[in-house]
C-alpha cells in the first residue's frame, strides 16, 4: 500500500486564504520530505471552506517546493471547464512537474459550486462522461478533435504540446456514491480515487464499487488492477489515544459543522447532543482518531472489506494545529505504513543473518584465530624462537 494525502482542502473562515493556502504548501513540502506516495487538490467554489478555487494552480506552487511527491487534481470538475482548456493546463503541468501530475477528473461535489455556473446537478455527470472522452484524444491524440455538444464545441482543435509523460499523464476518476464513477474508471482502464470511505458505512460498499469496476472492465476486454484504486479517509493520530483527543480539539468542531450545516454533501455524521464527536466518527466509520495500533486497525478494516487497494491517502482536515499534524503524518509513514508493505531488503538481509548467526559467528572467529596463528608464526619466525 502507498500513502498520501488528499487536501479538499477544509480550512477555518476565521483565518486569512494566504495563510491557509502557505500552510497547505508546507504541509506538501513535509510530506515529500517524509518519503509519501503523492498529495491530492481539490476543486471547490462555495462554502468558504474549501478554498482551492483550482487544483492546477495549486500543484504548480507545489511541484516547485517539492522533488519527488506525485501531485493530483482531486479533482478537476469537467462539467465546469471547456474540454480543450482542461487538456491544455493537464499537459502544461506534466511539462512544469517533470511527469509528477495525476489527473483526476469528476463530476463536481458541491451543488451550490453548478447552480452558481446556471448548471442543473442532474446534468453534472452525463456532462462529465461526454466530455471526457474529447480530453482524452486532445491529451493522447496527434489529429484534430471535432466535437459538437449542448454545452460545448471543438473545431477541429489540436494541443500546442504533446505530453511530456510518454502517452500522457496518469488518470483516475473519483466517486463518492453513486457507480457512475467505477464504471467508467472500469470501461476505459482508468484509476479510481473513492472517496465514499469518509461517509457512514462507505466501507461496507467498496467491494461492491470494485465489482462494478471489474464489470466495466471486463466487458471492454480490459484487466481490472486494484493497484490504481486510491481510498481517501480521514485519520489523526497522536502518541496516545489521549493525546490524540487532545489535538483535535484544535479544529474538529468546525470541521464537523461544516459537513452539518454548511455543505451539501452525503457524510452522514450525526452527532447528538453531549455525545463524544471522537467517539462518533471512530464508531461510524468515518474515520479514526486514536494512536498507532488504532489507525493500523482502521485501515486493515478498510483493506479487508474493499477487497485490496493501492494508495490510501488521508484526507486533509484542521482538525489539529500544524506541528501536531505532521506529527501525525510522521507516525503513519513510519509506524502504520510498515504494517501494509512487503518484506524490505533490509528487513530479508537481517533474517538471513539471525538464522545463520551461530555459524557465522564461528566463521568470525576462526579467521581471528588464523590471523592470531599466522601472526605468531612470523613472529617467532623472525626471533628464531617456538611459537607462542
Wanted: hydrophobic fraction near 45%; glycine fraction near 12%.
Amino acid at each position: 500500500m502507498k500513502f498520501g494525502s488528499f487536501i479538499a482542502p477544509f480550512h477555518s473562515t476565521s483565518e486569512t486564504a494566504a495563510f491557509a493556502f502557505e500552510r497547505d504548501l508546507r504541509l506538501v513540502e513535509a510530506l515529500d520530505g517524509l518519503g509519501f506516495h503523492e498529495v491530492w487538490f481539490g476543486e471547490h467554489h462555495s462554502g468558504g471552506s474549501e478554498i482551492v478555487g483550482s487544483p492546477e494552480i495549486m500543484i504548480a506552487a507545489a511541484a516547485a517546493r517539492t522533488r519527488g511527491i506525485r501531485l493530483g487534481t482531486g479533482v478537476i470538475s469537467l462539467p465546469y471547464h471547456h474540454p480543450l482548456l482542461v487538456a491544455d493546463r493537464i499537459v502544461q503541468l506534466d511539462h512544469l512537474t517533470r511527469g509528477r501530475v495525476v489527473f483526476g477528473f469528476g463530476p463536481g461535489a458541491l451543488p451550490s459550486d453548478a447552480l452558481m455556473m446556471g448548471i442543473d446537478p442532474v446534468l453534472l455527470r452525463p456532462r462529465m462522461t461526454e466530455a471526457l472522452p474529447y480530453v482524452l484524444d486532445l491529451v493522447r491524440g496527434d489529429g484534430p478533435v471535432s466535437a459538437e455538444t449542448d454545452w460545448f464545441r471543438l473545431d477541429s482543435a489540436r494541443l500546442q504540446l504533446r505530453p511530456y509523460t510518454v502517452g500522457g499523464p496518469e488518470l483516475a476518476v473519483a466517486s463518492m456514491l453513486s457507480p457512475s464513477g467505477p464504471a467508467l474508471a472500469g470501461e476505459l482502464g482508468l484509476g479510481l480515487l473513492s472517496l465514499s470511505v469518509a461517509s457512514k458505512g462507505g466501507s461496507s460498499f467498496l467491494a461492491n464499487h470494485w465489482k462494478v469496476y471489474e464489470a466495466e472492465a471486463d466487458t471492454a476486454g480490459r484487466t481490472a488492477d486494484r493497484a490504481g484504486w486510491r481510498c481517501v479517509a480521514p485519520i489523526h493520530i497522536g502518541s496516545t489515544r489521549d493525546e490524540a483527543r487532545r489535538e483535535v480539539g484544535f479544529g474538529l468542531a468546525e470541521w464537523l459543522d461544516y459537513f452539518q450545516r454548511v455543505a451539501a454533501l452525503p457524510v452522514g455524521l450525526s452527532v447528538g447532543a453531549g455525545e463524544d464527536v471522537v467517539d462518533a466518527i471512530n464508531e461510524s466509520g468515518l474515520g479514526m482518531i486514536g494512536d498507532v495500533d488504532d489507525v493500523t486497525g482502521f485501515l486493515d478494516r478498510i483493506q479487508n472489506s474493499s477487497g485490496g487497494f493501492g494508495t490510501f491517502l488521508v484526507l486533509g482536515h484542521d482538525w489539529a494545529d500544524e506541528r501536531a499534524t505532521v506529527h501525525s503524518y510522521e507516525l503513519l509513514i513510519r509506524k502504520v505504513a510498515p504494517a501494509f508493505a512487503a518484506p524490505t531488503a533490509q528487513e530479508e538481509s537481517k533474517s538471513v543473518l539471525v538464522g545463520n548467526r551461530s555459524a557465522l559467528i564461528n566463521a568470525a572467529g576462526g579467521a581471528v584465530t588464523a590471523a592470531i596463528r599466522g601472526y605468531r608464526a612470523k613472529a617467532a619466525q623472525r626471533n628464531g624462537s617456538a611459537p607462542q
